[in-house]
């Protein structure tokens, strides 16, 4: 369980489509090798972009 205020961070982080691709400062990031063409969050798609999408749709 995470505190209100790392949920705060993370919602913050995500919705702001600035943080696109930024991988590095990304709380999803695992450190995923990307053979497969991943981000390093073991996704096939940006989380960033993915919420941001939710909203301007």
Known sequence: MI????????VEFMYNPENEYNCDECPENKDFDDWEGKYPCGQQNCWV?????????
């Open 49 to 57: 972009t993915c919420h941001c999408g939710e909203i301007m749709e």
């Open 3 to 10: 505190s209100e205020e790392e949920r705060k961070k993370y």
